[in-house]
């Protein structure tokens, strides 16, 4: 069946733009997790989405950046006004939260490059 | 708030050589384990978890990991490592019950020389 899935799988933009990354999770899944993989920084949480409760946002890093996840499947992570140490890869994954102890499936990440 | 801890950061080892990899968590009650796995080029994929019963779990490709309750540890090893078993790893935890975030280690980068 379909893994999760992201899009775009690179993006390149100058500093100072918007930008908007997509992310389709497993269908079922109830749980939603963005995290940011920098080069040496190992996987940083940023946001979990659990069903329609609300989000845990402790680890976004700005207020520049924001998720939100409609009808309780697909997720937007946005980030604002765009800066270099945002360069990074960013990745989803997801979780059916029926059972305690389901693992979380990957998707392959969006690389972004800030210029 | 829970974490997780991962000593090593890059591990090099010869081919047929073992593997002991640590990770220790903090966090004040029952606890779900997990190692995951990034091959080069491919997504993080579970490698294996422990939620309860034997403390001793056993993985794809060979690998297990052992909870020590009392030491709040979940090692990875592996008795005789591959050229293939080349990857990032990355240990996690999650609290038991509920809907509880997952917190993941900063990973450990393992280069296995042929």
């Known amino acids: 069946g379909a893994g999760v899935s992201q899009s775009p799988s690179n993006k390149v933009t100058e500093k100072g733009k918007d930008v908007e990354l997509r992310c389709d999770p497993i269908s079922g899944h109830t749980a939603l997790y963005w995290y940011r993989q920098s080069l040496g920084q190992g996987l940083e949480f940023l946001i979990y989405f659990q069903g329609n409760s609300a989000p845990d946002k402790s680890g976004l890093p700005s207020d520049r950046f924001s998720a939100e996840r409609t009808g309780g499947s697909v997720s937007t992570l946005t980030i604002q006004r765009t800066q270099q140490e945002d360069s990074a890869v960013y990745l989803c994954a997801s979780s059916f939260m029926g059972g305690e102890n389901q693992p979380q499936h990957f998707g392959d990440g969006t690389r972004l490059s800030i210029l | 708030a829970q974490s997780v801890s991962q000593h090593n950061h890059h591990v090099i080892l010869s081919e047929a050589a073992s593997l002991e990899l640590g990770c220790n968590y903090s966090?004040?009650?029952?606890?779900?384990l997990f190692w995951y796995v990034q091959y080069p080029g491919q997504h993080l994929q579970l490698l294996l978890k422990?939620?309860?019963?034997?403390?001793l779990v056993k993985g794809i490709k060979g690998f297990e990991a052992e909870f020590i309750k009392s030491k709040f540890s979940f090692n990875l090893r592996k008795p005789s490592v591959q050229w293939s078993d080349t990857a990032e790893y990355f240990c996690a935890v999650k609290g038991s019950g509920g809907y509880q975030k997952v917190t993941f280690g900063t990973g450990t980068k393992l280069q296995v020389i042929p």
């Open positions: 966090y004040g009650g029952t606890v779900n």
């Open positions: 422990y939620f309860s019963g034997d403390p």
